[in-house]
Nanobody
């Protein structure tokens, strides 16, 4: 069983930055791909970014490319999402996920409970 715990969300103004963290339990974190998804009220959960097990490959949604950066520290069992130049439309609950491959689909094995990010205009 793996537990994922997100942190770092909050209320910021447009143009500000935030860094989300997701800490994973278990000793095999480095074998798995990690991803961030988000879900705004009344909308479906959508892909944000994913990173391969080694960290050598990353993929982003077009809406965040150039503003967000996903990274991981396998020694700390943690994945990060650095979010810069935040926009009101980035307001969502952000979820981290752990899976067998770095995919844009929802095909992940474990999910965190989510952390709220609110961007005011």
């Amino acid at each position: 069983q793996v537990q994922l715990v997100e942190s770092g969300g909050g209320l910021v103004q447009a143009g500000d930055s935030l860094r989300l963290s997701c800490a994973a339990s278990g000793r095999t974190f480095s074998r798995y791909a990690m991803a961030w998804f988000r879900q705004a009220p009344g909308k479906e959960r959508e892909f944000v970014a994913t990173i391969s097990s080694s960290g050598g490959s990353t993929y982003y949604a077009d809406s965040v490319k150039g503003r967000f950066t996903i990274s991981r520290d396998n020694a700390k069992n943690t994945v990060y999402l650095q979010m810069n130049s935040l926009k009101p439309e980035d307001t969502s609950v952000y979820y981290c996920a752990l899976g067998l491959s770095a995919t844009r689909t929802m095909n992940y094995l474990y999910w965190g409970q989510g952390t709220q990010v609110t961007v005011s205009s």
